[in-house]
């Protein structure tokens, strides 16, 4: 059992710096603003906390997307990195400045 718990942790490190690498070298940058922010109380308590509501167009398409994250106001620029054949798989750059 201990076995397939620390395999499976580290096929989830090593898939989440796949992606990372993924998305910085085929991640296409753009720009949006935080449309809304709000208080969300999750049943899992560190899902708890404020969140941002923002979207991006991507292959004539618009896509929308609530993060946790205190940084951010409403009216504040995002920038986004996103695949174009996944807009889904993005990530927001300027979230750890």
């Known amino acids: 059992m201990l076995v397939i718990i620390a395999v499976n942790v580290g096929f989830q490190l090593t898939w989440f710096e796949y992606s990372k690498d ?7 940058i753009t720009k949006t603003v935080v449309k ?7 049943s899992r308590d560190p899902s708890t906390g404020y ?10 398409k618009t896509y929308s997307f ?23 798989q993005h990530e927001i750059i300027n979230m750890k400045e």
């Open 66 to 88: 609530s993060k946790q994250c205190e940084k951010f106001q409403i009216g504040d620029t995002l920038i986004i990195r996103y695949l174009p054949k996944n807009p889904d």
């Open 36 to 42: 809304n922010k709000e208080w969300v109380v999750a």
């Open 51 to 60: 969140y941002v509501d923002y979207e991006f167009d991507a292959n004539n």
């Open 22 to 28: 993924i998305l910085t070298r085929d991640g296409v």
